[in-house]
């Protein structure tokens, strides 16, 4: 044997000694295929093959209803999305769902590379777009429980109803720290106080990613199995803190009081290994947050180390600049340049990808900021497993509305109640809990006592959410909830909104009533109120049944509101928050089956005219102040 053939034998003994046993011969083998590299290899390998069109294609996030095989094909789509409401067919089943996204998944796979779209919903208090999936209540409700073991729980449960209908990503948790209850979006905030918000985020990071290993590098994603969906952090940063709580607004601080008060969960988060972090519509002392290079690329990625992708809200870069058909082009080059890496364009993916391209071409975007936007991107779908396992899984359908999350939701449901008032006077019988044995009629009344959908709030089957009890597929009502914990020979009547001079004649025949009243369902802009009062009729039914019968009044809403004038004409007032389809929860506690453990996330106001106002003020005058909340024993033999 020469010498030259015996190097090329031990070269080729090397290569075989090297390379995975279920490789390719040499030539054949791709990197970024081989689930044994090191995901930074895999993703370097990866973009070393990809064309610019390719990789804007990655950085485009294009609604379902335009995401056909033949679009996801040509534009090398790198994530499809459900907007609110957003769905396959109406009271789709979880099989109808998988069948959707395997169907896009083939399409993406089919495309040069085989990059995996990843597929992203707004799963933000459940799986909440879904017919018949578990609806746990809104956030503002889970930081009364101060329970973030119960908040992890939520988050695993939520995973597993996401990944049931084939989504690997949700577009939670809100982390925002929300300081003025006119917000529209204060029902997503945990609290007003910046360390519970913390304490939750970590809770429910964990809950919907996994556990991070002990040893993993701070900022770098991570995602712990088939069952875990990757995250998103939002809104990035301030956007609960927007002057006079206006939506989309400006935040009026400083920057030291910007990382003091909102910035710290975003820190949690980035530690807990969150995949990716929504950039907020509004301003911070002026400047727009998508046009905001500072805190996004210098503060969150530079400072904070934060190594997943940065993602735009919905259609974020239209709004920069009015009249949006003159300034699209120039706001794409803003938003790229601060630092987003994936383009939420539902609709108007065409011109932005073509923008885009000739922007990077012509040197306007540095390929250097489009490669960092991929290499995110391509990191966190290494990291999934996408690319190993990038089908829904039919076996995991059956999580949908599974009974043992529903019992979770109900639990959630009972230690967020928070008990404000028992007792007219001091030194009276408390009211609560109810006697389920009544020697007379239970009268249950009020906008909300059988209203499925304005106990679920916003974001629930549609954006806005909507009344009614048809929109969730599974769930219980106060009302239902009531006449279950009852006992069977005590005669439940319930009047939306009891006739007053009737009610005044017969209010001997009663024991006690139950009153739910206030708000209606809304989601962001749409929840901005200035007054927040109880809508009407909720007053009346509160002065009309609690003037004339004994009454524990249950307040359905996603943040305090005016009950100052109303306070004396009540036995017991309860704040119940959205507590979502298990409204066996809210009886739980009414009828002593579990005691009422649940604490005020923020402060409840008297007036309108206090707020802003938050626990810490100099001036801090409130009806209840953050952190109260009375407490009940549970009957015997419970809890």
Known sequence: MTRSSAATLVAGLLIAFFLPSSAAPAKDYVKYKDPKQPINERVDDLLSRMTLEEKIGQMSQIERANATEEVIEKYFVGSVLSGGGSVPAEKATASVWQKMVTKMQKAALKTRLGIPIIYGIDAVHGNNNVYNATIFPHNVGLGATRDPTLVKRIGEATAHEARATGIPYTFAPCVAVCRDPRWGRCYESYSEDTRLVQLM???????????????????????????????????????????????????????????????????????????????????????????????????????????????????????????????????????????????????DYPEFVAD????????????????????????????????????????????????????????????????????????????????????????????????????????????QGESGNNLTGVGTTILEAIKKAVDKHTAVEYAERPDKDNLTKSADEYEYAVVAVGEPPYAETAGDNQNLTIPSPGPEVIKDVCGVVKCVVLIVSGRPLVVHPYVDYMDALVAAWLPGTEGQGVADVLFGDHGFTGKLPRTWFKSVDQLPMNYGDKRYEPLFPFGFGLTTKAAAGKD
Request: hydrophobic content about 35%; glycine content about 10%; aromatic content about 6%.
């Open 201 to 347: 985020t970590s809770s429910i990071v964990t809950g919907l990613q996994g556990d991070v290993p002990a040893k993993h590098p701070k900022g770098v994603p991570f995602v712990g199995g088939s069952k875990k969906v990757a995250g998103c952090a939002k809104h990035f940063v301030g956007d609960g803190g927007t002057h006079k709580g206006i939506n989309e607004n400006n935040t009026l601080l400083n920057f030291h009081d910007l990382m003091r008060i909102h910035m710290p969960p975003y820190d949690n988060a980035v530690i807990k290994g969150i995949s990716t972090i929504m950039i907020s519509y509004s301003s911070w002392n002026g400047v727009k947050m998508h046009q905001n290079k500072f805190l996004i690329t210098d503060t969150l990625k530079n400072k904070m180390n934060f190594r997943g992708f940065v993602i735009t809200d919905w259609q974020a870069v239209d709004r920069l600049t009015t009249p949006r058909h003159m300034h699209y082009y120039h706001s794409i080059q803003e938003t790229i340049h601060a630092g987003i890496d994936m383009v939420m364009i539902p609709y």
């Open 356 to 463: 885009l391209v000739k922007q990077v071409k012509q040197g306007q975007i540095k390929l250097e900021r489009v490669n960092d936007a991929v290499s995110r991107i391509l990191r966190v779908k290494f990291t999934m497993g996408l690319f190993e396992d990038p089908l829904p899984d039919p076996r995991l359908t059956k999580e949908l509305g599974a009974q043992d999350h529903r019992s979770l939701a109900r639990e959630a449901v009972r230690k967020s109640l928070v008990l404000l008032k028992n007792g007219k006077s001091k030194g009276e019988k408390p009211l609560l809990p109810l006697p389920k044995k009544a020697k007379k009629k239970v009268l249950v009344a009020g906008s909300h006592a059988h209203d499925l959908g304005s106990q679920c709030g916003g974001w629930t089957a549609s954006w």
